[in-house]
């Protein structure tokens, strides 16, 4: 019988191989805003929020000039970045879609509001809020029934700051 992990352990952060360094830096950074902490020339860069070391690496290499995996192949289905409330949630709504990126899809879970994009090396990418526990869905016998609904973007928006 396996032991549960710590309740305090968390994702620290994920590290993904990308074609072109500056195009990913711009994305995750200029984009998404997260502060880039340290660059290793064209090889590899660590960015963070909130002063961290880093949430998001880069590194090209394995992957310098390289096309996005292909669908049907295993690989990461998605990153997903935890942010603070709406609020904060619909700014980073606000700016993706400043950038022209397209939104892949956006659902309401229950659990949390979601927004779902690719970066420009095509790894999925999911920015989300999540509700308060007390919240959160449960069935008659008190088990979690999280749900996939529509997100309403437009009022989402309307939260931004």
């Given at each position: 019988?396996?032991?549960?992990v ?14 072109d ?37 880069l590194?090209?290499?394995d992957?310098?000039g ?13 990153s ?10 619909a ?20 659990v949390?509001?979601?927004i779902y ?8 990418v ?22 996939n ?13």
């Open positions: 019988m396996s032991h549960p710590h309740p305090q352990t968390t994702v620290g952060h994920v590290h993904l191989k990308v074609a360094l500056d195009r990913a830096i711009h994305f995750y950074s200029d984009v998404l805003g997260f502060e880039l902490q340290q660059r290793w020339g064209d090889s590899a860069a660590f960015l963070g929020a909130g002063g961290y070391h880093h949430h998001i690496g590194n090209t290499w992957s310098l390289g096309s996005p995996a292909p669908k049907g192949h295993t690989g990461l289905y998605h997903a970045f935890l942010y603070p409330d709406r609020t904060q949630l700014d980073a709504l606000r700016r993706v879609l400043a950038a022209g990126i397209p939104i892949e899809g956006a659902a309401d879970h229950g949390s509001e979601a994009l690719s970066d420009p090396d095509g790894n999925g999911e920015l989300y809020r999540d509700r308060a526990p007390q919240d959160w869905p449960r069935d008659a016998d008190g088990q979690l029934a999280m749900t609904a529509p997100l309403d973007l437009d009022a989402l928006l309307s939260d931004a700051p």
